[in-house]
């Protein structure tokens, strides 16, 4: 599914003395299937921008396309429902948002939502575990006993247990530790590999940007300030390094971007339908 933004603009508290528009003359397309990751600093518009995908922000005015999906200023008849199955979330610290009595409930809770019978949610919420890194016992335990680390993998797992076409990511590595940063970005490489899904990343790590996705939005004052596959986008340094953008110079940063999908290749199959 394409995902693409028509003119459009995000107003937050419209016609207040606080009002701050977050978004504006907003145009791009996500290609689907890609990999895409969206960086640009704090402020220029991330997360407003994400939160269009699946219809929690309507745009002020201008349009959003999800594949069949319309989400515009006005628009009543959308389907909220059936956009958030293909469209899945990944908030920042998504294990704030576990509340289940077991992780195996946490993580059937979206399929069951959606429909699925629970014994098949319960058989779904099994074999998910050993994908994001966890042990089968975990199940029937507390996601509250769990450290944060695998509490944070049980939250993903429900997103994934839905089994979306769409994937948005915002800043799913946040606080972890190198290698934690690492095993959380394979799994979503596996993910996105194994199930053609189209993946939209919110990162501020460039070095992640470079290696994961082949396509990247630039962000900057609520606007799009490049968009394009990584190489055009890398070659800009100057520009990047100018509106507020980290960018390692070292030489084994620019070769991290001529090397692809160099991960492990472990097998990664979602038999959720079945
Ligand atoms: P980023 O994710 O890149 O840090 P955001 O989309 O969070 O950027 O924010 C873009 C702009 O909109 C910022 O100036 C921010 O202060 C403002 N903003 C974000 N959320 C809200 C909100 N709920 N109410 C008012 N202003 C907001």
Known sequence: MDISFNQVEHRYMSGTPFEKVALKDFSVTIPSGSFTAVIGHTGSGKSTFIQHINGLLKPTSGTVKV????IAA?????????LRKEVGLVFQYPEHQLFEETVEKDISFGPI???????KAMRRAKELLPHVGL???????????LSGGQMR????????????????LDEPAASLDPEGRKQMMDLFVRYHKENQTTTVLVTHHMEDAA??????IVLHNGQVEMT????????RASRLREIGLDLPDSVRFLEQIKEKWSLTDVPMHFDLEG
Do not use: C, M, W
């Open 67 to 70: 594949g069949p999906y319309t």
């Open 113 to 119: 939502n959606f429909g699925v019978p629970k014994a």
């Open 153 to 168: 993998r049980v939250a993903i797992a429900g997103v994934l247990a839905v089994n979306p076409s769409i994937l948005v």
């Open 135 to 145: 042990p089968e016992h975990v199940l029937t335990t507390s996601p509250f006993q």
């Open 74 to 82: 006005g628009e009543k008849k959308i389907d909220l429902k059936a």
């Open 211 to 216: 290696r994961y996705a082949d396509h990247i």
């Open 228 to 235: 394009g596959g990584r190489e055009l986008i890398f070659e």
